[in-house]
T-cell receptor, first 115, second 113 residues
Framework: DVKVTQSSRYLVKRTGEKVFLECVQD?????MFWYRQDPGLGLRLIYF???????EKGDIPEGYSVSREKKERFSLILESASTNQTSMYLC??????????????FGPGTRLTVL | GENVEQHPSTLSVQEGDSAVIKCTYS??????FPWYKQELGKRPQLIID?????GEKKDQRIAVTLNKTAKHFSLHITETQPEDSAVYFC????????????FGKGTHLIIQP
């Protein structure tokens, strides 16, 4: 089974703080993704990475950055958290086996509240 | 970029009846269309997907149809059961999902007993 874990289930931060959300996968997958999920808006792609040290902007990258120093770990960084970044953040990885080709495997999510 | 519209936002059906959720996409280069199911408090999970070279795909009680000309695709669930209650998301991608997915806003499916 593919295992995608995220460092925290719930996080409360203050406006202006630097926030790190971490995601780890155990399947040696190359592609990893960060989405945010908001009620009524679905999931929106923030950033993705297809290899170590490689990153690509998604649809809503403003206010975020990412880091991928090791293949299994993909971090989302909020440089200066703002209240409009209060959301559920979901990490995902892309299946490569024939049985799960193209399938995105999601982590459990981190519910971030910025006060 | 890609834009995916999904309707309806809420769908209530009697147990045993069929449910249909529809999506349209804007980017004619999109070639991969998955559907994800998210139960309350859980992570999204893939239930079925279709590629642009196929018009229909079926897996037991669920099926997906794709009309490339009209740029729309639909999810069909037959003989609905209580465990089908969830939020369903359609999505589209150019590169088979390797460059991420553009999701619709979701449909809350309610199965009435």
């Amino acid at each position: 089974d593919v295992k995608v874990t995220q460092s925290s289930r719930y996080l409360v931060k203050r406006t202006g703080e630097k926030v790190f959300l971490e995601c780890v996968q155990d399947m040696d997958h190359e592609n990893m993704f960060w989405y945010r999920q908001d009620p009524g808006l679905g999931l929106r792609l923030i950033y993705f990475s297809y290899d170590v040290k490689m990153k690509e902007k998604g649809d809503i990258p403003e206010g975020y950055s990412v880091s991928r120093e090791k293949k299994e770990r993909f971090s989302l960084i909020l440089e200066s958290a703002s209240t409009n970044q209060t959301s559920m953040y979901l990490c995902a990885t892309l299946g490569v086996l024939a049985s799960s080709y193209n399938e995105q495997f999601f982590g459990p999510g981190t519910r971030l509240t910025v006060l | 970029g890609e834009n995916v519209e999904q309707h309806p936002s809420t769908l209530s059906v009697q147990e045993g009846d069929s449910a249909v959720i529809k999506c349209t996409y804007s980017d004619s280069a999109s070639n991969y269309f998955p559907w994800y199911k998210q139960e309350l408090g859980k992570r999204p999970q893939l239930i079925i997907d279709i590629r642009s070279n196929v018009g229909e795909k079926k897996d037991q009680r669920i099926a997906v149809t794709l009309n490339k000309t009209a740029k729309h695709f639909s999810l069909h669930i037959t003989e609905t059961q209580p465990e089908d209650s969830a939020v369903y998301f359609c999505a589209a991608s150019r590169g088979g999902g390797a460059d991420g997915l553009t999701f619709g806003k979701g449909t809350h499916l309610i199965i009435q007993p």
